[in-house]
């Protein structure tokens, strides 16, 4: 009986060295968007993005799951933002036509950080003038937050009356479905350069 007890204590302690091992030297996940991305924070199994419910530019009520149905490329601004918005919707709007002509789906989409002012009739004029496959989201105030909160979006009122502006971060999102967030783009980037880096990762999904 003994025996047997000392047995079955060597194949414990065996088996607890083992997942030890196993434990400490596994070799690390590999990243098959390893080569496509030029970010640490994108690398790094970031928390950005999330489930959010708001309001098309038809006045239709969506989820993220609608409208992350393909690689999109996901903004954050308003539409009287007197310049950084517009040319930033316009890069991303120009991007995902080379990306078409190049064989790839991917869908431009603006989030409104100021609901009070960016109706759904209001957005469907801004993102219609950039492209026919713009999808232009808002809500009420609390709904707009919570999905800054999810992709860590800065967003801050300045100024009173009709002509106040918003303060806000500028960087473009690469989400997919299935995958969320895998990279992000600066403003400072072209559309020729965005497109390509996109199509690196949508080559892979």
Same mark, same amino acid.
């Given at each position: 009986?003994?025996?047997?007890?000392?047995?079955?204590? #060597?194949?414990?302690?065996?088996?607890?060295? #083992?997942?030890?091992?196993?434990?400490?030297?596994?070799?690390?996940?590999?990243?098959?968007?390893?080569?496509?991305?030029?970010?640490?924070?994108?690398?790094?199994?970031?928390?950005?993005?999330?489930?959010?419910?708001?309001?098309?530019q038809d006045g239709v009520r969506v989820t993220d799951k609608d409208v992350i149905d393909r690689p999109a490329l996901v903004y954050f601004g308003y539409t009287f933002c007197p310049d950084v918005c517009p040319y930033d919707t316009f890069r991303n709007a120009e991007a995902t036509k080379i990306l078409a002509e190049r064989g790839f789906d991917v869908k431009p989409v603006m989030i409104t950080i100021d609901p009070a002012r960016d109706t759904p009739e209001t957005m469907k004029a801004f993102v219609g003038y950039l492209s026919d496959k713009m999808v232009g989201l808002t809500g009420t105030q609390e709904e707009i937050t919570k999905a800054e909160k999810e992709y860590r979006v800065y967003a801050a009122k300045q100024g009173d009356g009709e002509d106040y502006l918003m303060d806000h971060s500028t960087s473009t999102y690469l989400m997919a479905p299935g995958y969320g967030f895998l990279e992000f783009f600066p403003r400072t980037m072209e559309e020729e350069e965005m497109a390509d880096k996109v199509q690196c990762f949508v080559e892979k999904l």
């Open positions: 009986m003994r025996r047997v007890v000392l047995i079955l204590a #060597a194949f414990v302690v065996l088996g607890t060295v #083992a997942l030890a091992l196993f434990v400490t030297f596994r070799p690390e996940p590999v990243d098959k968007f390893a080569e496509c991305r030029s970010s640490k924070i994108a690398g790094g199994g970031a928390t950005i993005g999330g489930p959010f419910e708001l309001t098309n």
